[in-house]
């Protein structure tokens, strides 16, 4: 028995028990000294003394030993409660006392989760296994909140729940996710719990179990900090971090580009067989501290089911990067997903793979917005119609291009359209909103001033709905001021223009007889062409967030300037259709755990088909005040990444997309690839993490094996030691009634009834 | 004044004092002059008793109570007698035995023994007894007779007196019943015979004794001297107490046993009290710390009563 007994019992401070233990042989060494006699003491009334001490002997013996034990036992035990004792709840007696709780448990199933081990299994499982494990420990009466901290971060238990037992079935539905961590608002959430039942005055505990990966706790230079409220973290819980990973090798694909997001056909650089044909980047990278030479990696790219390229890459030592090259031929117009894969197994599979998506057009699509019918021959919808298809056969022409009355302009008029150009601004009254909304989900608007003056009313309805009325300052009237047009000398689109000219020689001056003059105060908005007195003659803009305005000062007009029927025109045109083109339509990239905002062309779509034959529905919400479709949903991309404005439909899936792949809706599609940075399986270096996480406070560690081992030890901490020492005090005060009740000591009474039967003094004798 | 004449009489009287006297003639006479001045004159001191008759002077008697003016009247020699003059014998019993060695070391260093105290008050009562004209006797004892002197009241008797109290005490125990045996045998009068001891034997031996006594009608008073340290067990710190009549050592804490051992002496002394009333005669306790005074008195009250009574 004394054995499981000393197992059950342990404590903080174990020097301060022995001294307890050692303590009790000073009562006991007194006893034996005080029983030493002193000197000797001649008695006469022996026969009394000896009567006394035989009737008494036994009494006193046991009273003296009893006040002994006494006083041992008060040292002893006064040792003992500063000693911090803490009983094992096996024997029953941690039930006395012990304090409810309240933990908090934040797991981190984010992409390294998913690593696997020397044994095969995920990193997970040891996470999973520690969460129940601690859950195991808890009382009825304690309180439980579960938090998971991959994106989107998730309060699976927000309020912390009484019965933690019962939610042991949650954390065993927690699963490895593609999506990365953010720690940082997991923590967040955390502290949120904890002042929901705050008032309660528990002992909390907040436990973080993670790997502590690069990928899950990016604490390198630059890395985000911690949230600065969470410094209140420490002070309100007993903070805990299960003991981190050590470091696995992994290869990813962190990189995986075209070129060109958007080809048409017969427009590609590489046009010897009539194909389309896109260039590709493939980026692998190798986590290792090994960094040895000879490890192998083969990587495969299929186009839609088919393989285009397949390389084993052989690593040099030190390598960490490696760069493919390689191109896919386009058939026929579509969307094509392309996925990168690598063969080899390694240890996390779920950044293994990536998917972009390249689309091949056989038109551009082009509207022109001007006269409509009443255009002429000599009109600028004709100069511009020319110039973009300066050929007599359009059938087989890759651009496409159609003429509309600007005063019909709808949203009808707007499918499958690539690039609108505004001849007649003046006529678009009410409907620049509409080609605001168009623009943003990636489209080209280009627009000039109306040939004949007709007033100039449009400029502020178009600032206005392109959020430009702070920015761009257009002047009250054309300006006649003939100068030359020239290119900014610093402007990438004009080097390009002029590499890609034929005979440059040929070009004559470029005359302008008169302009709208625009000036700006934007950092989005860029010169291309000035006049040579620097006046801005074309300028241009993004329309978050994918497309783009151009702004040409000058009508297209023989009496604007020589523009139209210089062969300058439809090269200009055509190089600003064909470049802005592939930027203003990307594909739609998203990490995993997001519902992303996507723009008004999604509107007619009602759900998106993704990997695994998952189906998500697709929402359609009104921008707020501020913009932001859903202030109260934190997984929302915030407003300036959308370029929404007040007021404007935003398309969002109903759920987060978690699985990493391709999800299309009617002839769109968005790609989810799994962060890069994520799947960094090297464990985060100590002292970082440590600085990273100390903003919270000071952490302890726990194990993997031992996880609940802090809560036992911090939660039985001080309980015995004060019930011990109320058990001093108890025993202090009998000890004192005891020692006074055994010592006999001389008081009045005990001997007045001898001494009255002496004579008096002198005082009463006589 | 009369303050200050108590004190000084109470000065006279304390143990401080009188173990200052050496000779036990001083110390007795100092006694009973002590105790006569101030606040000690008492109408029952004995010393206005009635004259009786004359009787013709016989060698040996005291000149003190010659009457001179019959002398200067006849040339012839005659004694006074007094009323009480030959009804009172008194014997004095002295212990003598180990236990009576115990003493208290008092305020001047010296040791202030029961034996000391029961001296002392013997040699004071037998100084007023042969001044009042009673025969008095001594007997010093222990576990057997240590000195006799005979009652009487001639002129060398209060010497002999003296000198019988010099003995020293022995370590042997007291045997009162036997004691009291002998004392019988001894006595053929009626006496007062006051006993100073400090009763250090049974209960039942010392009750027979007295029974014995009373059936020859002798009237008893006992002074049973107690050191204080015996009456108030005082001793802090464990101590190894050794008997002074062969009893042995016993070696205690005596804060333990200091109530137990209070008990059982006061039970003894109720037993001695119940066994001394049932004849109802006179039981005392006599501290050895305080003045000698007042057993004086009760002496004397006590001869005065048997004295009205036989008279």
Redesign the interface.
């Given at each position: 028995m004394i054995q499981p007994l000393m197992l059950a019992i342990s404590f903080i401070s174990p020097g301060l028990a022995w001294l307890g233990l050692g303590a009790i042989s000073v009562p006991i060494i007194i006893h034996l000294l005080?029983?030493?006699?002193?000197?000797?003491?001649?008695?006469?009334?022996?026969?009394?003394?000896?009567?006394?001490?035989k009737?008494?002997k036994t009494r006193?013996r046991i009273?003296?030993l009893l006040l002994l034990a006494c006083r041992c036992l008060i040292l002893l035990l006064l040792g003992l409660a500063l000693a911090g004792p803490m009983l094992d709840k096996m024997f029953g007696l941690g039930i006395i006392g012990a304090s409810s709780r309240t933990v908090i448990l934040v797991v981190d199933n984010s992409v390294t989760s998913a690593t696997k081990t020397d044994t095969g299994e995920p990193r997970f499982d040891a996470i999973r296994k520690a969460a129940v494990k601690m859950v195991e420990t808890l009382e009825p009466t304690d309180r439980l909140a579960i938090i998971t901290a991959a994106e989107p971060v998730t309060a699976v238990i927000a309020k912390p729940s009484l019965n933690p037992d019962s939610f042991k079935g949650k954390i065993q539905n927690i699963t490895p996710s593609a999506s990365k961590a953010n720690i940082s608002k997991a923590l967040t959430l955390a502290l949120d719990s904890i002042k929901q039942v705050e008032s309660e005055n528990r002992p909390t505990y907040v436990a973080l179990l993670s790997d502590f990966s690069n990928g899950s706790t990016p604490v390198g230079p630059g890395a985000a900090s911690l949230d600065g409220e969470l410094q209140q973290l420490g002070k309100k819980a007993v903070l805990m971090m299960l003991e981190p990973h050590r470091s696995t090798e992994n290869v990813q694909i962190t990189e995986l580009t075209a070129d060109q997001n958007v080809v048409i056909a017969k427009g590609s650089r590489d046009d010897t067989t009539g194909t389309p044909v896109v260039g590709w980047r493939l980026v692998l990278k190798r986590f290792s501290h090994d960094k040895t030479a000879g490890e192998q990696t083969g990587v495969e790219v299929k186009l839609r089911d088919d393989v285009v390229f397949e390389r084993v890459v052989k690593w040099q030592n030190g390598e960490t990067e490696r760069r493919l090259d390689f191109n896919t031929p386009l058939s026929e117009t579509g969307l094509y997903p392309v996925t990168a894969r690598i063969t080899t197994p390694d240890a996390l599979d779920i950044d293994n793979s990536r998917t972009m998506l390249v689309r091949a057009k056989q038109k551009l699509n082009i509207l022109i917005l001007g006269a409509g019918r009443s255009a002429t021959d000599q009109s600028p919808e004709t100069f511009v119609d020319v110039a973009l298809a300066p050929v007599a056969d359009k059938l087989g022409y890759p651009l496409e291009v159609k003429q509309e009355d600007a005063d019909r302009f709808n949203q009808k008029m707007l499918e499958e359209v690539d690039v609108i150009f505004v001849l007649r601004p003046d006529r678009i009254a009410d409907n620049w909103k509409l080609l605001h909304r168009w623009a943003s989900g990636g489209g080209l608007v280009w627009v000039t001033p109306p040939p004949t003056d007709t007033g100039i009313a449009w400029p502020p309805r178009m600032t206005g709905a392109f959020g430009l009325e702070q920015k761009w300052t257009f002047a009250d009237a054309p300006l006649k001021h003939p100068k030359l047009l020239k290119f900014k000398s610093d402007d990438q689109t004009a080097e390009e223009f002029r590499r890609e000219t034929d005979l440059p020689d040929l070009l004559k001056p470029l005359r302008v007889i008169q302009h709208l003059p625009v000036n700006y105060d934007s950092a989005d908005t860029r010169t291309i062409l000035t006049g040579e007195d620097g006046s801005n003659l074309m300028i241009a803009t993004d329309v978050a967030p994918h497309g783009r305005l151009y702004y040409l000062a000058v009508a297209i007009d023989k009496n604007w300037s020589n523009l139209p029927i210089s062969p300058f025109n439809p090269a200009l045109i055509q190089h600003v259709v064909r470049t802005a083109i592939d930027r203003l339509q990307p594909p739609q990239i998203f990490e995993p755990g997001r519902q992303p905002s996507l723009s008004a062309r999604w509107a007619n779509i009602k759900k998106l088909d993704g990997p695994n034959n998952e189906s998500v529905l697709l929402e359609i919400n009104r921008t707020t005040q501020n913009g932001s479709p859903n202030a109260s949903d934190p997984n929302n991309d915030p407003p300036s990444s959308n370029g929404t404005t007040p007021g404007q439909i935003v398309v969002r899936p109903s759920q987060p997309l978690l699985t990493p792949g391709i999800y299309s809706g009617g002839t769109s599609a968005l790609v989810v690839n799994v962060n890069p940075d994520a799947g960094n399986t090297l464990r985060a270096p100590d002292e970082p993490l440590k600085k990273w996480l100390g903003t919270a406070g000071e952490w302890q560690s726990i194990t993997r094996t031992e996880p609940e081992a802090v809560i036992m030890k911090m939660s039985e901490l001080s309980d015995y030691g004060w019930e011990l020492l109320w058990a001093v005090l108890i025993l202090a005060i009998i000890e004192m009634f005891l020692a006074r009740y055994?010592?006999?000591?001389?008081t009045t009474h005990?001997?007045q009834?001898?001494?009255n039967?002496?004579?008096?003094?002198?005082?009463?004798?006589? | 004044m009369a303050k200050d004449t108590?004190h000084r009489?109470?000065d006279y009287?304390v143990p401080e004092t009188l173990s200052q006297i050496e000779s036990m003639e001083l110390r007795a006479r100092h006694i009973v002059e002590g105790y006569m001045t101030?606040?000690?004159r008492s109408p029952y001191f004995g010393f206005s008793v009635e004259f009786a008759q004359h009787r013709p002077y016989t060698a040996g008697d005291d000149l003190r109570h010659l009457d001179w003016k019959v002398f200067g009247r006849t040339d012839k020699l005659y004694l006074k007698q007094y009323q009480q003059e030959t009804n009172l014998d008194m014997l004095l019993l002295v212990d003598a035995s180990?236990?009576?060695?115990?003493g208290t070391k008092l305020n001047n260093g010296r040791t202030w023994r029961?034996y000391d105290h029961a001296t002392s008050l013997a040699a004071a009562l037998s100084y007023v007894a042969l001044q009042q004209q009673d025969r008095a006797g001594l007997i010093v004892f222990a576990d057997r007779m240590l000195d006799v002197v005979r009652p009487s009241n001639s002129r060398g008797q209060w010497r002999s007196i003296v000198n019988a109290l010099k003995t020293k005490p022995v370590d042997e125990q007291t045997d009162m019943g036997r004691m009291f045996d002998e004392v019988l045998a001894k006595l053929h009068h009626r006496s007062l015979i006051v006993v100073l001891s400090?009763f250090?034997d049974e209960a039942d031996s010392i009750g027979a004794g007295l029974a014995r006594l009373y059936h020859r009608k002798h009237d008893v008073m006992l002074m049973q001297i107690?050191?204080h340290a015996?009456?108030?067990f005082?001793?802090g710190?464990?101590?190894?107490?050794?008997?002074?009549?062969l009893?042995?050592?016993?070696?205690?804490?005596p804060?333990?046993?200091?109530?137990?051992?209070?008990?059982?002496?006061?039970a003894?002394?109720r037993a001695i009290?119940t066994e001394s009333h049932r004849f109802q005669y006179d039981h005392?306790?006599?501290?050895t710390s305080?003045?000698i005074?007042?057993?004086l008195?009760?002496f004397l009250a006590r001869r005065n009563a048997r004295l009205k009574r036989s008279g």
């Open positions: 005080s029983k030493r006699p002193r000197k000797p003491q001649p008695w006469a009334a022996m026969r009394f003394l000896l009567a006394a001490f009737k008494h006193t009273e003296q055994v010592s006999h000591a001389s005990r001997t009834g001898i001494e039967m002496a004579p008096n003094t002198a005082a009463k004798s006589n | 108590q009489t109470m009287l101030g606040m000690h180990g236990s009576m060695n115990y029961k400090d250090f107690m050191d015996e009456m108030t005082p001793f710190s464990p101590t190894r107490f050794e008997g002074l009549e009893e042995g050592k016993l070696d205690l804490d804060k333990a046993l200091r109530e137990a051992y209070l008990e059982e002496v006061h003894h002394i009290q005392e306790i006599v501290d305080k003045s005074g007042a057993p008195s009760h």
